[in-house]
């Protein structure tokens, strides 16, 4: 319970952390979500060129929740790179890049 309350509760983080500060974290889970989107669309994908749009057609049509996953799987893409660049511009607007090793 201790531990818990060190990292999670008092955890010694700066005052003038901001919400920018949440796209790591956002990064790491639209990461997830897309390999995991990925491995569910790849189990039904076949890259023949004769039947890969028959693929993806059957991923919308016959598989159980298939067109959620795929649309996930595009908007998780967007959504990563929105949080990408959001992240670095943080980086650059604070000048993270300016701080030595410790």
Request: hydrophobic content about 45%; aromatic content about 16%; some cysteine.
């Amino acid at each position: 319970m201790k531990i818990i309350n060190h990292s999670l509760i008092d955890l010694p983080a700066p005052s003038n952390i901001s919400a920018w500060w949440n796209f790591g974290s956002l990064l790491g889970l639209c990461l997830g979500i897309q390999i995991i989107t990925g491995l569910f669309l790849a189990m039904h994908y076949t890259s023949d060129t004769l039947t890969a749009f028959s693929s993806v057609t059957h991923i919308c049509r016959d598989v159980n929740y298939g067109w959620i996953i795929r649309y996930m799987h595009a908007n998780g893409a967007s959504m990563f790179f929105i949080c990408l660049f959001l992240h670095v511009g943080r980086g650059i607007y604070y000048g993270s890049y300016t701080y030595s090793e410790t």
